[in-house]
């Protein structure tokens, strides 16, 4: 089956610096990219929406110059997230849309931890 | 907007019981519905999907049916394996736009 790649699947870092996650569609090419948040014992709250070769969709709320992503191909998606702080502590997953199925298949999560 | 509310857990059978996971959802128009599942340390994987009103998904055992008239879509399974245990998200919307459940914890017991 379609397989989503996520890395690292946890990070710890200090308040103020960057941290980038990557997503990869492992076996299967995606033109979009999505990427969630999930805070404990909370639903997937849609961050952004990613499409290979042009700027990614944010939902309100989301602030786009605080998580910068990138989609420059079509199995890899990067979320950065710049000026971490400990509020952006959750588990971020990302998936990728596989069109000969139509369907969404979700990575493993990465869980970020700033102090 | 479109949203789903599922039943919240942790929900703990023992082997061989019945489940039932419940999940009702308010949209403006017709949308998909779907159960996803979250096994320990990995992502989320479609466990079966419905398109269409008195559609009924299944797979691996489970299935449920999209009702309008109740506006529900609640998962069910005749007899739990320990190996069910997981997270189980309850979803509505279009592969570009999908809303989640808070997700619901099922321990199955031998």
């Known amino acids: 089956g379609a397989v989503v790649s996520q890395h690292p699947s946890w990070v710890i870092c200090k308040s103020g610096t960057s941290v980038k996650i990557e997503c990869r569609s492992l076996?299967?090419?995606?033109?979009?990219m999505f990427w969630y948040r999930q805070f404990p014992k909370q639903s997937l709250m849609l961050m952004a929406t990613?499409?290979?070769?042009?700027?990614?969709?944010?939902e309100q709320g989301v602030e786009k110059d605080k998580f910068l992503i990138n989609h420059a191909s079509l199995t890899l998606s990067t979320l950065t997230v710049t000026s971490a702080h400990p509020e952006d502590s959750s588990f971020y997953i990302c998936?990728?849309?596989?069109?000969?199925?139509?369907?969404?298949?979700f990575g493993p999560g990465t869980r970020l931890t700033v102090l | 907007g479109d949203s789903v509310t599922q039943m919240e857990g942790p929900v703990t059978l023992s082997e061989e019981a019945f489940l039932t996971i419940n999940c009702t959802y308010t949209?403006?128009?017709?949308?998909?519905l779907f159960w996803y599942v979250q096994y320990p340390g990995e992502g989320l994987q479609l466990l079966l999907k419905?398109?269409?009103?008195?559609d009924k998904g299944s797979n691996k055992g489970f299935e449920a049916t999209y009702r309008k008239e109740t506006t529900s879509f609640h998962l069910e399974k005749g007899s739990v394996q320990v190996s069910d245990s997981a997270v189980y998200f309850c979803?509505?919307?279009?592969?570009?736009?999908?809303?989640f459940g808070a997700g619901t914890r099922l321990t199955v017991k031998p």
């Open positions: 998936s990728a849309l596989a069109l000969t199925t139509d369907t969404q298949y």
């Open positions: 076996d299967f090419q995606a033109t979009t």
């Open positions: 990613s499409n290979e070769g042009s700027k990614a969709t944010y």
């Open positions: 949209a403006t128009g017709y949308p998909s």
């Open positions: 419905a398109t269409k009103a008195d």
């Open positions: 979803a509505l919307g279009e592969n570009n736009d999908m809303r």
